[in-house]
C-alpha cells in the first residue's frame, strides 16, 4: 500500500487541492516514510460533524465540492482513479483566513493508499472481492456485487467511480445524514453492510426527507442525482460536473485562467520578470514552487489571493505559481522573512539534484530542462554562467553548481 500510494501521489505531482508529497524514504532499518505537507484545519467530516446534524449553505457546500471536483479532473488527466474519496479524506487548510473573511476553507484530497494508476488504452484496475474504499462512500462498482444488480465495466470510466462519492459527500452536507441512512435501522453489522450495497446497487437514496423537499434547489438536487447513478456510464465526470449549474454558481467567483494569472502588487508586469529569467532561474523558481506548499502560502499575504483564486483551473499551475513568486520575491516583501524559507531553499535544491552528490551537474539539469535538443550542451551552458563563486573553482568542480549558487539564482 506504500509503494501504490508513493506511485500515485508522485504521479499527481502538484496541485492545489491534492496533498503534496514532499519526500519519502524507502528500506533501511526504519519503516518507509512518506513527507506530506502539513494541514491543520482538520478534515470534512470534523465540519460535518461540528454542524449538529444541521444542514450546511448549498453556496457554502458548491464552494467545497467544486475544490474536490478540480482535484479529481486533474487525477483523470494523470490516469489516477483515487477510490476512497470520503469527508475523512478531505483536509482543510486556510481556515483561520477563511473565518476572518468569510471565505470557504481551502481543501485538500489525501490517502491515496486505494489509488489505481491506468495507463491510457489500459484495462481498468482490478477489484479485489471485498471490495474498495469506504461501505458508505463507494460507488457500486468497487463494491463485493449485489444479485440482480450486476455492474460491468469494460473501461475505465475517467473519475466516474470518484464522482460517486462526491455525490455521496454533497447529499451528506446538504442533508445532514447519508443518502442510505435507512441501513442504519437493520441491527445486524454484517446485514446492515449488506443493505448499504443494495441500495447503492440500486441508487435508491432517501428523497423522503424535510431537507431533501423543502430545503434543496432544484440545482443541487438534480447533480446529486446526475452522480449517484449505478451504471457509471451515466454519471458526471469532472469536466462536466464543474458545468454544471450547481457548481457553475460558485465557479463564477473564481474566473478560469488564461496563460498566466496573477495578483497585483502595485509593480511592473510580473510576466516580464519572468520571461526574463534564464532557463537556470527558472528551474530553482519551479522547484521552489515545488517545495512550498499550500498551507504554508496562505500565510503569505501576498500569494494567499493566488493560491484562494488560481484553484488549478487550468494546466500549468506550479509554473504560474513560480512566477507568482518571483514577482514577490523582486517586489518589497522579502520572502525570506519565513520562518520556513530555508527548508524550502534546501528541499528546493534536492529536487534538482537528481544524483544527489551535493552539486547540480549537466546530468542533474538535462533531467529537468525541457525538449531534448542539444540538452546537455544547454545545461553546461547554464552552468558556465551561474559558475562565478571562486571557492567552487578551487575545489575542482568546475563543471558544478553548489547550493550557494542556487541560492543566488534563486534570489
Known amino acids: 500500500m506504500f509503494k501504490n500510494e508513493l506511485k500515485a501521489l508522485v504521479a499527481a505531482g502538484v496541485h492545489p487541492h491534492i496533498v503534496r508529497l514532499l519526500e519519502s524514504f524507502e528500506g533501511g532499518s526504519q519503516e518507509d516514510v512518506m513527507v506530506l505537507e502539513y494541514c491543520s484545519g482538520g ?30 479532473q486533474h487525477l483523470v488527466a494523470c490516469g489516477i482513479e483515487h477510490r476512497d474519496v470520503k469527508p475523512e479524506n478531505l483536509l482543510l487548510y486556510g481556515v483561520s483566513d477563511a473565518t476572518q473573511n468569510e471565505q470557504v476553507p481551502l481543501i485538500k484530497l489525501a490517502d491515496f493508499g486505494w489509488a489505481a494508476i491506468v495507463e491510457n488504452g489500459g484495462p481498468p484496475p482490478s477489484i479485489p472481492p471485498e471490495g474498495v474504499g469506504s461501505l458508505w462512500y463507494a460507488p457500486p462498482e468497487l463494491n463485493p456485487p449485489v444479485r440482480g444488480a450486476e455492474i460491468v465495466i469494460d473501461e475505465l470510466q ?17 442533508t445532514g445524514h447519508s443518502p442510505f441512512h435507512l441501513a442504519l435501522g437493520v441491527a445486524d453489522t454484517s446485514k446492515r453492510e449488506e443493505e448499504v450495497m443494495r441500495l447503492a446497487a440500486h441508487g435508491q437514496l432517501n428523497m ?7 430545503e434543496l434547489s432544484q440545482f443541487a438536487k438534480d447533480f446529486i442525482l446526475a452522480l449517484i447513478k449505478p451504471d457509471p456510464a451515466k454519471r458526471l465526470g469532472p469536466s462536466d460536473a464543474l458545468q454544471h449549474a450547481f457548481i457553475a454558481a460558485s465557479s ?16 511592473e508586469d510580473p510576466l516580464l520578470r519572468w520571461n526574463a529569467l534564464d532557463s537556470f532561474q527558472r528551474l530553482c523558481w519551479l522547484a521552489i514552487a515545488r517545495a512550498f506548499t499550500e498551507p504554508e502560502l496562505v500565510e503569505l499575504s501576498s500569494v494567499k489571493d493566488f493560491v484562494r483564486h488560481d484553484g488549478g483551473t487550468c494546466t500549468g499551475y506550479v509554473e504560474r505559481l513560480a512566477a ?3 514577482c514577490v520575491a523582486s517586489s518589497s516583501i522579502v520572502l525570506t522573512s519565513q520562518a520556513s524559507w530555508s527548508d524550502v531553499l534546501y528541499l528546493a535544491f534536492l529536487y534538482l539534484d537528481v544524483d544527489c552528490d551535493g552539486f547540480l551537474g549537466a546530468d542533474d539539469l538535462s533531467v529537468h ?34 547550493y550557494t549558487d542556487f541560492r543566488q539564482a534563486g534570489s
Do not use: H
Open 252 to 267: 463564477a467567483q473564481f474566473p478560469e485562467c488564461g496563460g498566466f494569472r496573477f495578483c497585483s502588487l502595485g509593480i
Open 369 to 402: 530542462l525541457p525538449g531534448a535538443y542539444r540538452i546537455r550542451e544547454i545545461s553546461q551552458a547554464c552552468i558556465s554562467k551561474w559558475r562565478t563563486r571562486p571557492q567552487v573553482l578551487s575545489m575542482g568542480a568546475s563543471n558544478f553548481l553548489t
Open 158 to 174: 475517467g473519475g466516474k467511480s470518484d464522482m460517486w462519492s462526491v455525490g455521496i459527500i454533497t447529499y451528506l452536507l446538504l
Open 43 to 72: 478534515d470534512i467530516y470534523e465540519l460535518y460533524a461540528s454542524s449538529n446534524g444541521c444542514c450546511m449553505l448549498e453556496a457554502f457546500v458548491s464552494q467545497i465540492m467544486r475544490q474536490v471536483v478540480l482535484a479529481l
Open 324 to 326: 507568482q513568486l518571483v
Open 208 to 214: 423522503t426527507t424535510k431537507a431533501w423537499n423543502t
